[in-house]
């Protein structure tokens, strides 16, 4: 029996079956490359401020959204498959609180602690990273896939906008936080805020 905590999919016959979609490694490897390409951007001394408070806007609905699933299915992974890894994921857990809080705290796009927010940023791929690479050794393609398929659908219903006093662990932050998304997601269509990666490649394009 695996020790990788599976979402409840029905069973299949054929042990070798591999299911559609994306490696839930892979979806964590690639957002935190994109995580860091906007840290970079958002740093940026040559930024105009208004171009900074787009990406800015865009990196805090991503970090929240990227979190969010992260602590649904990669961190409980993690720790249930993972000898040892429970310290290392009650850290993370902590930390991605802390990011949280300091993204909400944020003034705006020349607030001082932007550089801590970015330097949390970057603490937080490279102290994942410590998760995945043996995540990858432990666990099938299949089961992977099985659990990347669940991270794109809690990203898909996850806030847009930092909660640092929501629960963290599952169950409860696969209910709360889908509720939470639908409030800041009204937000957002009010507002015009941008949240997506495409939202900045149309503006630059005009």
């Known amino acids: 029996m695996s020790a990788v905590p599976l979402p409840p999919l029905p069973p299949t016959a054929d042990d070798t079956y591999r299911p559609g979609g994306r490696s839930l490694a892979d979806l964590a490897d690639a957002e935190h490359g994109q995580l860091l390409g906007l840290v970079d951007q958002v740093v940026d001394p040559a930024l105009t401020v208004e171009r900074r408070r787009e990406v800015l806007q865009v990196l805090t609905a991503m970090v929240s959204r990227h979190l969010s699933a992260e602590e649904q299915y990669l961190l409980p992974t993690a720790r249930a498959a993972l000898?040892?890894?429970?310290?290392?994921?009650?850290?993370?857990?902590?930390?991605?609180?802390?990011l949280l809080t300091a993204l909400?705290?944020?003034?705006?796009?020349?607030d001082p602690t932007?550089?801590?927010?970015?330097?949390?940023?970057?603490?937080h791929v490279t102290a994942?990273?410590?998760?995945i690479t043996p995540l990858r050794e432990v666990a099938t393609d299949a089961e992977?896939?099985?659990?990347?398929?669940?991270?794109?659908?809690a990203e898909e219903a996850a806030p847009t906008r930092p909660h640092p006093g929501t629960?963290?662990?599952?169950p409860w932050n696969r209910i709360v936080e889908p509720a939470v998304g639908v409030v800041d997601k009204l937000r957002d269509a009010v507002t015009g805020r941008r949240t997506q990666l495409t939202d900045l490649t149309r503006r630059s394009e005009r």
Do not use: F, M, Q
Not at 87 to 96: K, L, T
Not at 167 to 170: E, F, I
């Open 167 to 170: 629960p963290a662990t599952p």
């Open 114 to 123: 932007l550089a801590d927010v970015a330097a949390r940023i970057r603490r």
């Open 144 to 153: 992977l896939i099985r659990l990347g398929n669940r991270w794109e659908i």
């Open 83 to 98: 000898p040892d890894a429970a310290g290392r994921v009650d850290r993370e857990i902590e930390a991605d609180a802390a």
């Open 128 to 131: 994942v990273a410590y998760l």
């Open 104 to 110: 909400k705290a944020l003034g705006g796009p020349d």
